[in-house]
């Protein structure tokens, strides 16, 4: 009897599925530091001499499964970028702007900070209209900088899931459009890794791609992509076939150029929702630092098969005082 599409492909998909969730690859060493970071952050440590031209940072959402309360009700279901000042003081993104803004408010100052809305439906198409009009968006937002304070901007783009993709199909935009955009660093968190947007990294658009992975996010991977085969010679049939599996990689192809590491959080690895936490939110620019650092410290290490760590501890410092006081 003959057997189903389903039956004969899902001890392949099965398989797949075991490998991607292991990781990138077999790394033959991990190069791995641990950081302290404060959650509340402490308000005494945010002092500090004000950038005189502050930075432009917008955040991208990723994929939205169920409700779209955020695209219907702020961003009237048109894909648009918003000031994080139009954004309900109790709304999520606006919590998470703040947790960042709070870790570090020079590089990310909140009168320079924006989110991009877009439909989040799982999507390549959406996800190329959505980086059509966040290019022309960034473009007018480029402008009114320029004419306020004379000199390009320093621009920070924070993605999340797919909004990983939204963002580095930019590229693709900018070579269509012919303008001169220049992104200074671009962080991609639990962003499926996909072929249609993998190698727009290497476009020099980007200054520097950062890309934060973990080994318990299953959504990164489980995100699909179908890709056709090429007809071969022997076999003609193949020209309607796809690829399989058809799950995303966790990792982009480690050239020296993207700065990517995974990350774990008081001992346990990330869930794709913990990276838009704001608990891992907060310890973002401390994480980012410490990827530089380790770099700085291992040129090459990706020409050796070696993996980033890095490893993230919170404490809240309002509770350690309060247990000080009280043992005294």
């Given amino acids: 009897m003959l057997t189903t599409y389903s039956q004969r492909y899902q001890p392949v998909l099965f398989s797949s599925l075991l490998v991607l969730l292991s990781g990138c690859t077999h790394k033959s060493q991990i190069i791995k530091r641990q950081i302290r970071v404060a959650f509340p952050p402490e308000k005494e440590t945010k002092l500090g001499n004000k950038k005189k031209i502050p ?14 309360a955020t695209f219907d009700l702020v961003f009237d279901t048109v894909p648009s970028i918003k000031h994080i000042s139009e954004f309900p003081k109790e709304h999520k993104v606006r919590q ?5 803004h709070g870790a570090d408010p020079q590089q990310y100052p909140l009168e320079t900070f924006y989110a991009f809305g877009w439909s989040g439906k799982l999507n390549e198409e959406q996800r190329d209209y959505a980086a ?29 899931s797919h909004g990983g993709n939204v963002a580095l199909t930019l590229a693709r935009m900018n070579d269509f459009k012919q303008k001169n955009i220049i992104i200074n660093s671009l962080i991609l968190m639990g962003c499926p890794v996909q072929y249609a947007t993998a190698h727009l990294i290497n476009n020099p658009i980007f200054e520097r791609v950062y890309a934060l992975y973990s080994s318990l996010d299953t959504v990164q991977i489980l995100a699909p992509q179908f890709k056709r085969k090429e007809p071969s010679r022997r076999n003609l049939s193949t020209r309607h076939a796809f690829r399989m599996p058809p799950f995303s990689r966790r990792c982009f192809v480690q050239d020296g150029r993207i700065r990517q ?20 939110i907060t310890a973002l620019p401390d994480v980012i630092k410490t990827i530089d650092d380790l770099i700085d410290e291992n ?17 809240n410092p309002k509770k350690h005082y309060r247990d000080k006081l009280r043992k005294t």
């Fill in 299 to 315: 040129p090459g290490y990706f020409l050796h098969n070696k993996e980033l760590l890095v490893k993230v501890r919170t404490h």
């Fill in 132 to 160: 059509c009009v966040l290019h022309s968006e960034l473009v007018d937002l480029i402008e009114d900088f320029i004419k306020k304070y004379k000199i390009y901007p320093e621009i920070n783009i924070i993605t999340h």
């Fill in 261 to 280: 590491a995974r990350v774990t959080i008081n001992k346990h690895a990330l869930f794709h929702t913990e990276f838009a936490s704001p608990r891992f």
């Fill in 96 to 100: 998470r702007v703040q947790a960042l």
């Fill in 55 to 68: 930075p432009l940072t917008i955040w991208i959402h990723g994929t939205i499964f169920f409700r779209r």
